[in-house]
């Protein structure tokens, strides 16, 4: 994945006070994928941190996902935070 956005805040946003991230995954097969996270933090600069984290873990993960033609990627809630070592 790449992203040459100079926004801070691109694929992230806040829905009613919780940051969520959504991006698109393009498959070798040409196929893609949309994905939408719950950040599950109402601070901008975890949200940030946890987007980056998922954005790189994103291509190293993405074709072990199991997914059938035409289902889109599940929603997933990133909740465990020392994972990524934000607190």
């Known amino acids: 994945m790449k992203n040459q956005n100079l926004n801070p805040n691109h694929n992230i946003w806040n829905n009613n006070g919780t940051y969520w991230c959504h991006y698109t995954v393009h498959n070798a097969d040409y196929t893609k ?34 997914r059938v033609r035409g289902q889109a990627m599940p929603d997933v809630n990133v909740s465990d935070r020392s994972m990524v070592g934000v607190h």
């Open 33 to 66: 994928q949309r994905v939408r996270v719950s950040l599950g933090t109402k601070d901008v600069e975890i949200a940030r941190a946890l987007r980056d984290f998922i954005m790189d873990a994103t291509p190293k993960i993405a074709s072990a996902i199991p």
